[in-house]
């Protein structure tokens, strides 16, 4: 069975960096697109970034884009995510996830129930 296991969470002050990996056990990673959410106290579970299969297209919520970027090291079954210029806004619980079937099209990329398998989230918590 696939596993997901998130690192590189921690405590950094505003304007800061972090880079959070996913490692995915299984010989099929690269067959599969992969996401990261985050979710703070008392709200809902929201998409933060997503990449394809492939890893030539990515995708970001507004509130990240141009802060934060995905990427993967197929031949190292992770994926990753750098967080730049750290906002309090940031802080979350953060979880990696793997796309719903093989080689899926890009559609609907930001829906939680477009994955199937999840890490169980590494905090990030930003001081202001």
């Known amino acids: 069975q696939v596993q997901l296991v998130e690192s590189g969470g921690g405590l950094v002050q505003a304007g800061g960096s972090l880079r959070l990996s996913c490692a995915a056990s299984?010989?099929?990673?690269?067959?599969?697109?992969m996401g990261w959410f985050r979710q703070a106290p008392e709200k809902e579970r929201e998409f933060v970034a997503a990449?394809?299969?492939?890893?030539?297209?990515?995708y970001y919520a507004d509130s990240v884009k141009g802060r934060f970027i995905i990427s993967r090291n197929n031949a190292k079954n992770t994926v990753f995510l750098q967080m730049n210029s750290l906002k309090s806004e940031d802080t979350a619980v953060y979880y990696c996830a793997r796309r719903l079937g093989t080689y899926s099209s890009d559609s609907y990329y930001y829906r939680v129930g477009e994955y199937d398998v999840w890490g169980r989230g590494t905090q990030v918590t930003v001081s202001s």
């Open positions: 299984g010989r099929t990673f690269s067959s599969y697109g």
């Open positions: 990449i394809s299969w492939s890893g030539s297209n990515t």
